[in-house]
């Protein structure tokens, strides 16, 4: 599921077509919605937006945790 994802991500930022993921997935994800949501991410910005959060955040945590160590 998670190659998918990521090819159907790469292909969405790039400009590609659903009609194109479906061809290359071999799925019929150009007529579902169920599989766009799960394979197509809507808003990439928002995603890579959270993905740097959560880096910061597991920083701010381990920097806390030893300092409780200490």
Do not use: C, F, P, W
């Amino acid at each position: 599921m998670d190659m998918r994802r990521t090819g159907a991500i790469e292909a969405v930022s790039d400009g590609g077509t659903v009609e194109s993921i479906a061809t290359k997935m071999g799925n019929s994800i150009d007529q579902n919605k169920t599989l766009q949501k799960t394979y197509m991410l809507v808003n990439l910005a928002s995603v890579h937006a959270a993905d740097e959060s959560r880096k910061i955040g597991r920083k701010n945590i381990a920097s806390q945790q030893n300092e409780i160590k200490s």
